[in-house]
């Protein structure tokens, strides 16, 4: 009877760690190419490090549909152990004229929980009308010799704001780029005036505590930020640089391998790069990371805008009809929580309509016509605006409780 009940405990046991892999964390680099018109999706890399700092909750949904998804599922049962949505720098850029006469490669990196049994991983990319583009699924065993265990020398960490246990909140890393050895005392400052302009804004203020927020110190070697069209290339922490697509003020880095390489073994799920430059620019990627010039006069607002482009989905509500594509199309409902073509307009803000300044506003999503935004101005129309609208704090509220508290 006893050996029964040992028995019984083991596969019970064995069964929860299947459901629950808390213990560490799998990272999945891949690389994602193509042109306008093809998509292709390959494993680089797969790696590992202490700790989970992901969500515990909600782990087989998604908020958001994003521009694609990754989903794991247990190799023997087929449940869905853990789903994310994304954006992507390459699906931007397959919109771009660019695209049009030649093939890139962009990377990718994709933090899951660690399993504790073999799991079909499935990654899934999706163009403008929202069709699959390109789909992969390949197996895991977390057995496998040649998942690289890293992570166990973390680089140094300062708390800018600490609202409990990094299993209980959504973790933040601030990452400086372009502060030499010499200026980790100003990236802390800026840190801490990121995060204050973040707590002036709600639903942040309020939900506060949901979060952590960590200063990462990895200091460059250069200080200030590439800028390619003046032939300005620096030797910075994680390669950023003006000129994205060509774009004067698109500040991004497309060395997410080598950013991720340098946090790891740090409990962190979403990631601000601050950048030491005095010019306008940044941008920010849905669930890969929002990169920000920490010393134009507009840093307060516009750290916090792309923050609500990489944490909650928000689309930009304004519009300047210049661009090579555009990325809504008539009869298609966009994913992005506050924009709307009325092809499912109940689905997004109808019940809001009586709030005051909340209507329908054409214009939003880069184009002024077919696309409506739910305000006449909001945080993620324009810098001056001093809130988010009330569609907009309702998209930031439903992200805080999707990673935080647990869908009945």
């Not at 019984?8 to 760690?17: D, E, K, P």
């Not at 069709?131 to 300062?158: C, E, F, N, Y």
């Not at 950023?240 to 697509?245: C, Y």
Request: proline share 6%.
């Amino acid at each position: 009877m006893r050996r029964f009940l040992l028995t019984v405990i083991a596969l019970v046991a064995a069964l929860g760690a299947v459901a629950q892999p808390w213990d560490r964390t799998l990272r999945a680099d891949y690389i994602f190419s193509g042109t306008d018109k093809t998509a292709q999706i390959a494993v680089s890399s797969l790696s590992s490090f202490d700790t989970w700092a992901g969500r515990r909750v909600n782990m087989d949904e998604v908020p958001l549909r994003g521009n694609g998804q990754i989903c794991m599922t247990d190799a023997a049962s087929g449940k869905v152990l853990y789903r994310m949505s994304f954006s992507t720098l390459f699906q931007e850029w397959q919109a771009t004229e660019e695209a049009t006469r030649t093939a890139r490669a962009f990377q990718n990196v994709f933090l899951l929980p660690m399993p504790a049994a073999p799991v079909n991983i499935t990654v899934e990319l999706y163009d403008l009308k929202g069709a699959p583009a390109a789909s992969l699924t390949h197996p895991v065993d977390p057995s496998d010799i040649l998942i690289r265990p890293t992570g166990t020398q973390p680089p140094q960490t300062v708390d800018i704001h600490r609202g409990g246990s990094y299993a209980d909140c959504i973790d933040i890393v601030m990452v400086p780029e372009g502060y030499d050895a010499f200026q980790m005392d100003l990236f802390l400052e800026d840190c801490a005036k990121a995060w204050q302009s973040f707590v002036s804004h709600e639903p942040f203020g309020s939900r506060q505590d949901s979060f952590n927020v960590y200063a990462v110190l990895i200091p460059s070697n250069d200080r200030g930020v590439s800028v390619p069209r003046e032939g300005d290339w620096k030797d910075t922490a994680v390669s950023s640089h003006f000129d994205t697509f060509y774009s004067d003020r698109y500040l991004t880095t497309l060395q997410l391998f080598k950013l991720h390489d340098l946090l790891a073994g740090l409990p962190y799920e979403h990631i601000i790069i601050l950048a030491n430059s005095k010019t306008y620019g940044g941008g920010g990627i849905y669930n890969s990371y929002e990169l920000t010039a920490a010393h134009h006069t507009n840093f307060a607002p516009v750290v916090v805008h792309e923050f609500g482009h990489s944490f909650a989905g928000l689309a930009d509500e304004y519009y300047y009809d210049d661009q090579y594509t555009e990325y809504y199309y008539p009869g298609i409902e966009p994913w992005e929580p506050n924009i709307t073509t009325m092809a499912d307009f109940p689905s997004k803000w109808e019940d809001l309509m009586n709030l005051p300044g909340v209507g329908l506003f054409e214009g939003g999503g880069y184009q002024s016509k077919g696309v409506w935004r739910p305000a006449s101005n909001c945080r993620m129309n324009t810098n001056t605006h001093p809130d988010f609208c009330p569609v907009c704090q309702r998209a930031i509220s439903r992200m805080i409780d999707f990673y935080t508290v647990k869908n009945e």
